[in-house]
């Protein structure tokens, strides 16, 4: 019985022991994150697709670059992120405050509906206008590593366009060009790999 009971004993030492060793163990997750961004929105109605790459400089700070599409317009984003992690980029869930700089070009599409004096009635018609714009976002960043190599996250910011340039269509009856400073908003869904 005293030889059972020393056994077991000395088997739960060892598998306590065993316990905090691992539990000190470090895992490394890795310094990049590729992420396919299935899911974006900026505000003015660009919804689109992307992708992102973001590389973890330390514990606490990341720098990222997303490039997104839309799919209803030939109209391209992109920028630069500073993330920072206020208490670590390591864990399975971790929350970042973003600083962005984000730059968009292209066509966006425009339905109206004009008056057609010959047939008496209105037309449906679509504009295409030529947009460029630049501006600043604080992005707020909730990120999950769901196993050592996957990884989803979400992004939702808001900020301003210091320049939004739309050259109209001239069939629109609208002033060739304007430039202004206007709301700035997105969105996105992430998934991707860390290694």
């Known amino acids: 019985m ?5 056994l077991s004993i000395l088997i739960s030492l060892s598998i306590g022991l065993h316990a905090q060793s691992s539990k000190k163990e470090k895992i490394d997750y890795g310094k990049n994150i590729v992420s396919f961004v299935p899911f974006y929105a900026v505000a003015n109605n660009h919804m689109g697709i992307g992708v992102s790459y ?3 400089m330390n ?5 990222r670059v997303p490039l ?4 209803n317009n030939p109209y391209y984003n992109g920028g630069v992120e500073l993330k920072l992690y206020p208490a670590k980029n390591t864990g399975v869930a971790k ?3 973003a600083p962005m700089v984000m730059f968009g070009s292209g066509k966006e599409s425009k339905d109206d509906f004009v008056w057609d004096p010959i047939q008496n009635n209105y037309i449906h018609t679509t504009y295409y206008n030529n947009r460029t714009h630049f501006g600043f976002l604080l992005n707020n960043s909730l990120n ?6 996957f990884y989803i996250a979400m992004d939702a910011g808001i900020g301003v366009n210091y320049y939004d340039k739309i050259s109209y269509a001239k069939q629109a009856g609208l002033p060739p ?3 202004k400073i206007t709301f700035l ?7 991707g790999i860390r290694f």
């Open 185 to 191: 908003a997105q969105f996105q869904v992430q998934t």
């Open 68 to 71: 997104m599409a839309d799919l």
């Open 144 to 149: 999950f590593t769901i196993s050592k190599n």
């Open 54 to 56: 973001e590389y973890l």
């Open 95 to 97: 929350y970042a405050v």
């Open 2 to 6: 005293k030889k059972l009971l020393s």
């Open 177 to 179: 060009n304007n430039s």
């Open 59 to 63: 514990d606490y700070i990341g720098i």
